[in-house]
């Protein structure tokens, strides 16, 4: 089962692993500013646990999605910014 959904999310784009991890990234948002909202703390946990749950599931979607040269791309492409504008 785990090798047909690795096979299976491995056959999208490296665009579309990037727009998966990155909807992680208001999730975990979500998932934590919702403590800041005047309701009661059951309805809190639920939440808490949707979108967190929501956030590790885009998070590893997105990195299985990409795999181990994708994630070497996409780091690449951020060390190389840094560098050309002398940070």
């Known amino acids: 089962m785990k090798e047909k959904i690795k096979a299976f999310l491995s056959k999208f784009s490296f665009r579309t692993g990037v727009i998966v991890l990155a909807l992680c990234i208001p999730c975990y948002i979500f998932s934590f500013a919702q403590m800041a909202l005047p309701i009661s703390v059951e ?16 998070q590893y ?27």
């Open 61 to 87: 979607g997105g990195l299985t999605i990409l795999g181990v040269e994708g994630w070497k791309r996409l780091k690449s492409k951020f060390t190389r910014n840094k560098t050309q504008s002398g940070i």
């Open 43 to 58: 309805t809190k946990g639920v939440l808490w646990f949707i979108f967190f749950g929501l956030a590790k599931t885009f």
